[in-house]
């Protein structure tokens, strides 16, 4: 009888919390930090103090991954509400009383800086995957007709920052959770369709559209500039061209193996705009080359190959539909950030995980990762 009692010792009530972590999660999530680690000490070697900042907001990003994977999916399904109604109110206070930066009125003053947009990433998926567990079994129109609203409202209050980077990534986010949750294909063919048709229309029509004078509905005009860049970036080398020009000169110089760690001359020479940031693939390509870009695509599908993993066994619906959003939109990143380097999509503010400086990305990247360990380790503890 005494046995039933026994009280279990620190050992045993800490180990859950210091080793419950996915391993092969863990595993992808730590090459892509090395990566990044190294591709910034190099892009970054003659930029102040980029490496050691980002080693400071990878450490931050990872501290916070370890207190978030410590909240049980059920205390997340609570916070889901509060976390988006906070998020549209300040992203309405930003429209209302923002800050204004080169064009854009993304912050806003609460003592310090914020940007509200970097919160509605992660309250974006939180909310709709609440909406539908709520709904689970009954999913009449009404129900995605408001999920429509959700996702819809705050996207354009985004866009009219104007971010359209950062509504990229909210759009995306919300649209995983509502494909997970059984969107027919009847409808996202025909928009998948209708949206080849258009790009085939905007480069056929290029000449014409991208003339001086020329307005474009519902685009300002640095975003039609952007696009009719992407189509023809030659038409301006050392203007408005001359982010992709550079990028793609600088993978395409890195070649099979890549100039080596440290010896990139597109780099070095300052040739690539924004090499830390939002075009620091095209300095890791360069050093690096394809077996170094192979090397970091194959981190990157580990760890969304894991997510969806995680997604597919995760016990509830609110946790599988949080999980696929989360880990697709890893793969949002990635795909968005390389292409716009690449040359197959215009140039917006995305950046790639791990990889490109910035502190608020970083601590949103930690905080997602973190729901996806605690998906994880709910799982392994209702299996035993």
């Not at 790009?199 to 696009?227: M, N």
């Not at 997510?307 to 509830?316: F, K, Q, S, V």
């Not at 950030?337 to 215009?346: E, F």
Request: positive net charge; contains cysteine.
């Amino acid at each position: 009888m005494s046995a039933i009692f026994e009280q279990p010792t620190l050992w045993q009530r800490w180990r859950p919390v210091l080793f419950g972590f996915d391993g092969p999660l863990a595993l992808a999530i730590g090459a892509l930090a090395a990566f990044g680690l190294l591709t910034m000490y190099s892009a970054g070697f003659d930029h102040g103090t980029r490496f050691v900042d980002h080693g400071r907001n990878m450490l931050i990003a990872l501290a916070l991954l370890f207190l978030v994977a410590q909240v049980p999916p059920q205390r997340l399904l609570a916070l889901a509400v509060p976390l988006y109604a906070a998020g549209l109110a300040l992203l309405i206070a930003t429209a209302l009383f923002g800050v204004s930066k080169k064009g854009a009125t993304r912050w806003l003053d609460v003592g310090i800086v914020i940007q509200p947009s970097e919160l509605m990433k992660l309250a974006m998926p939180l909310m709709l995957a609440w909406w539908f567990q709520k709904c689970e079994g009954r999913l009449s129109p009404a129900a995605w007709v408001v999920a429509a609203l959700l996702l819809l409202v705050p996207v354009g209050l985004v866009v009219k920052q104007p971010d359209l980077g950062t509504a990229i990534l909210v759009l995306s986010a919300g649209i995983y959770v509502v494909f997970f949750a059984g969107l027919s294909w009847k409808l996202i063919v025909p928009v998948l369709a209708l949206g080849a048709v258009g790009i085939a229309a905007l480069i056929v029509s290029e000449p014409t559209l991208c003339r001086p004078g020329v307005d474009w509905p519902f685009l300002k005009p640095y975003q039609q500039h952007r696009v009719c860049t992407l189509l023809d970036p030659g038409k301006d080398p050392l203007g408005k061209g001359f982010h992709i020009i550079q990028g793609m000169i600088a993978i395409g110089s890195g070649g099979f193996a890549g100039k080596g760690f440290m010896q990139g001359t597109q780099t070095h020479l300052e040739f690539i705009p924004e090499r830390t940031t939002d075009f620091i693939f095209a300095a890791f390509a360069e050093e690096f080359g394809l077996v170094g870009t192979l090397g970091l695509l194959l981190a990157f599908t580990c760890l969304i190959f894991r997510g969806l993993m995680i997604a597919a066994e995760a016990p509830t619906l609110f946790s599988r539909l949080l999980a696929g959003a989360i880990t697709l939109s890893f793969f949002s990143y990635a795909f968005v950030n390389m292409g716009m380097v690449s040359g197959i999509l215009p140039v917006v503010g995305v950046p790639l995980p791990f990889v490109s400086y910035g502190g608020t990305a970083m601590a949103t990247l930690g905080v997602a990762l973190g729901i996806l360990m605690s998906i994880a380790k709910s799982r392994r503890l209702m299996q035993s």
